[in-house]
């Protein structure tokens, strides 16, 4: 088997005009036969004319250039088309005859231009070749050559049916292509969005409270440590991205999970935010993907809090159940005194949104009932990563 495939690769490495080069040699050895002469395509019903040397230069007129059929369709039909003319006129009717609707069917489906005058070309030439046909005698009536031009219209239409799946197919290719690039550019702009909004957030709280801080040197000294501390994480978070983008499928191993919620929440709290957190349970080993979003969850609700509500109580409660992982972050309303909230553009709500609502869950972030803000998340827990 394995020689096998080897040698159909091989093949299919091959030149299109060696690969088209078979058919031309098996319609030549069979045109030779004897038993195959006088059983070509026929137009008119002249009797058929003794096997003779002409009769090879036909079979070579019409046999050879479908080894090009399909790298030079337009030359090759009209050398087939030749042949065959001349085959007719002669009366040789020889098995390469059946040479002209294969033409016709490759040129359908592999011309790319002059396509309606290589039609036209084609129909007004048949009209001189029925009545030269004709005039040597031929029985034919004329419905019979209405019915053979049909048949030739219908192998140029099988070809064109060809063309036209082929280049359905590709385009369909081509939008499967577009829109996997798309969901790429979109999840690596999430993760982007995850991994930088928070630590920077978090540095631009600590820098805003450290100008006020110059009075007391300890403090002062330890928030730009926080600072520094912060940004050295932003920077080994994003290599881990990075590490995970060159990875040969799409994963979150190496990620950080729900279990990191803690540290996450301690950081929260050392850049100034009065955060309260519970955990209840543990999470199930087939969460998988479930425990990954809940960190994201909590983690873009901790960055949002400390844009919009710094200084304000924030609680985080999150309750692993058998099926599913319940998260809920409360802020509460207004900014802390003497600094002003980053912008925030909504994508990261959004992106949570999305990442929720792909592992078949449910997200809502709205006003909390007491002027905060609220966000509530419920994540299957059998998504497996």
Same mark, same amino acid.
């Given at each position: 088997?394995?020689?096998?495939?080897?040698?159909?690769? +091989?093949?299919?490495?091959?030149?299109?005009?060696?690969?088209?080069?078979?058919?031309?040699?098996?319609?030549?050895?069979?045109?030779?036969?004897?038993? +195959?002469?006088?059983?070509?395509?026929?137009?008119?019903?002249?009797?058929?004319?003794?096997?003779?040397?002409?009769?090879?230069?036909?079979?070579?007129?019409?046999?050879?250039?479908?080894?090009?059929?399909?790298?030079?369709? /337009?030359?090759?039909?009209?050398?087939?088309?030749?042949?065959?003319?001349?085959?007719?006129?002669?009366?040789?009717?020889?098995?390469?005859?059946?040479?002209?609707?294969?033409?016709?069917?490759?040129?359908?489906?592999? +011309?790319?231009?002059?396509?309606?005058?290589?039609?036209?070309?084609?129909?007004?030439?048949?009209?001189?070749?029925?009545?030269?046909?004709?005039?040597?005698?031929?029985?034919?009536?004329?419905?019979?050559?209405?019915?053979?031009?049909?048949?030739?219209?219908?192998?140029?239409?099988?070809?064109?049916?060809?063309?036209?799946?082929?280049?359905?197919?590709?385009?369909?290719?081509?939008?499967?292509?577009?829109?996997? *690039?798309?969901?790429?550019?979109?999840?690596?702009?999430?993760?982007?969005?995850?991994?930088?909004?928070?630590?920077?957030?978090?540095?631009?709280?600590?820098?805003?409270?450290? *100008?006020?801080?110059?009075?007391?040197?300890?403090?002062?000294?330890?928030?730009?440590?926080?600072? /520094?501390?912060?940004?050295?994480?932003?920077?080994?978070?994003?290599?881990?991205? +990075?590490?995970?983008? %060159?990875?040969?499928?799409?994963?979150?191993?190496?990620?950080?999970?729900?279990?990191?919620?803690?540290?996450?929440?301690?950081?929260?709290?050392?850049?100034?935010?009065?955060?309260?957190?519970?955990?209840?349970?543990?999470?199930?080993?087939?969460?998988? @993907?479930?425990?990954?979003?809940?960190?994201?969850?909590?983690?873009?609700?901790?960055?949002?809090?400390?844009?919009?509500?710094?200084? @304000?109580?924030?609680?985080?409660?999150?309750?692993?159940?058998? %099926?599913?992982?319940?998260?809920?972050?409360?802020?509460?309303?207004?900014?802390?005194?003497?600094?002003? @909230?980053?912008?925030?553009?909504? *994508?990261?709500?959004?992106?949570?949104?999305? *990442?929720?609502?792909?592992?078949?869950?449910?997200?809502?972030?709205?006003?909390?009932?007491?002027?905060?803000?609220?966000?509530?998340?419920?994540?299957?827990?059998? @998504?497996?990563?």
């Amino acid at each position: 088997m394995t020689h096998l495939r080897r040698l159909a690769d +091989l093949w299919r490495r091959c030149d299109v005009v060696v690969r088209d080069l078979p058919l031309v040699l098996l319609l030549a050895v069979a045109s030779l036969l004897p038993a +195959l002469h006088g059983k070509g395509t026929q137009v008119g019903d002249l009797p058929a004319r003794p096997f003779d040397a002409p009769a090879l230069v036909l079979i070579a007129l019409e046999c050879l250039p479908l080894a090009v059929r399909r790298r030079w369709p /337009a030359a090759s039909l009209a050398l087939v088309s030749l042949g065959f003319a001349l085959d007719q006129l002669s009366a040789y009717h020889v098995f390469a005859s059946n040479a002209m609707p294969i033409a016709l069917i490759s040129a359908g489906a592999h +011309l790319e231009r002059h396509r309606r005058v290589t039609v036209v070309v084609l129909s007004l030439a048949y009209v001189p070749l029925a009545l030269a046909v004709g005039r040597l005698g031929a029985t034919e009536r004329p419905e019979g050559y209405v019915v053979f031009y049909l048949a030739l219209a219908l192998a140029w239409g099988t070809g064109a049916w060809l063309r036209s799946t082929r280049a359905a197919e590709a385009e369909r290719r081509r939008h499967v292509a577009e829109a996997t *690039r798309t969901a790429e550019r979109t999840r690596i702009a999430r993760e982007l969005h995850d991994v930088v909004t928070h630590h920077v957030t978090a540095m631009v709280v600590q820098a805003e409270a450290a *100008r006020y801080l110059t009075a007391a040197p300890d403090r002062f000294d330890a928030a730009l440590s926080n600072v /520094a501390d912060t940004g050295r994480r932003a920077i080994t978070d994003l290599r881990h991205m +990075l590490d995970l983008l %060159k990875a040969p499928h799409d994963t979150d191993v190496g990620m950080p999970s729900a279990g990191g919620l803690h540290t996450l929440v301690e950081r929260t709290r050392q850049a100034g935010q009065p955060v309260d957190f519970s955990e209840e349970g543990t999470p199930a080993e087939s969460a998988g @993907s479930a425990e990954f979003v809940t960190y994201r969850v909590v983690q873009e609700a901790l960055t949002n809090a400390l844009k919009h509500a710094r200084g @304000s109580p924030t609680v985080v409660s999150v309750r692993y159940g058998e %099926k599913e992982i319940s998260v809920e972050v409360g802020t509460g309303p207004g900014i802390g005194p003497g600094a002003a @909230s980053p912008g925030g553009s909504g *994508r990261g709500l959004a992106g949570l949104r999305e *990442r929720v609502e792909a592992l078949g869950g449910e997200f809502s972030a709205d006003r909390g009932p007491g002027g905060g803000f609220l966000v509530r998340a419920r994540i299957p827990a059998g @998504s497996p990563s």
